[in-house]
């Protein structure tokens, strides 16, 4: 039983403890793999409007999620969001429990859609999920993300338009 | 005979006087239309990595650039640039020649390719001039640029490789 719950100021130990190696791997997010965990805190709790965490029974930190306007102005009607599932915690449903978690929170909030700017095209995992729970790719950027292994690799638009008939 | 140089601090005022009216009417960038004096030198000073004026025989700032990373980290060898032209000295080919200015100064600056995240579809002249200068779109975003007056407009994704061989 995961339950999704807003982040505290003291969950930052354990939830760093579980995006410190996904942004040392270099291999999905493009944050820099020598990120310090001021910028690291600033990137994932203090950017964005709300950070939640995905937690079981015992209350232990398994994911996370960010949600945040994905441009300014006449552009904030869209929301960004960004997760990242414990590496001994996949396989549970986690990752896809926080997107639909997240796309209730993002039409309570007001957002008309939700956008990914950069999802690694080797990530294969997570753009069948995201296609699973609904988003299409709507562009294809050529070699946007350098992986550490795979070298320049391409990187999806993906998007979802968002209303209350579209909840999962 | 427009030149390009690089900003320096005290231009600032003119080229406050240039895009503060872009910004007001809203029509093209996704900045808040209310955006203060401190925010916008913020955003088109301070974020980005280089910012340039376009000045012409006398020195006058007609029109304005940035260039930044678009992404941290293992997407930072693509570029994002926004330009701004004087509202009356529009149709002098001022954008253009800053355009071709900003592909040189990335391939000087290591970037592989630019990006524009979100290319207002109302905005023709634009969006012309960009494939003119070698972009294409290659992506759609529904509805996500809120139009003064249009409503809902979609916005491109816009991207050109870049390389020595391919520079205007």
Known sequence: MIKIRPY???DWSALWHIIEPVFRAGETYAFPQDISE?????????????TYVAVNQDGTILGTYYIKPNQPGQGNHICNCGYIVDEN?????????MCEHSQREAVAQGFRAMQYNLVVSTNTGAVRLWKKLGFDVIGTIPEAFHHPTHGYVDAFVMYKRLSEESLP
């Open 8 to 10: 505290q100021e003291n």
């Open 38 to 50: 001021d910028e690291a805190h600033k990137a994932w709790i203090l950017t964005p409007s709300a």
């Open 89 to 97: 915690a996949r396989g549970q449903g986690i990752a896809s429990t």
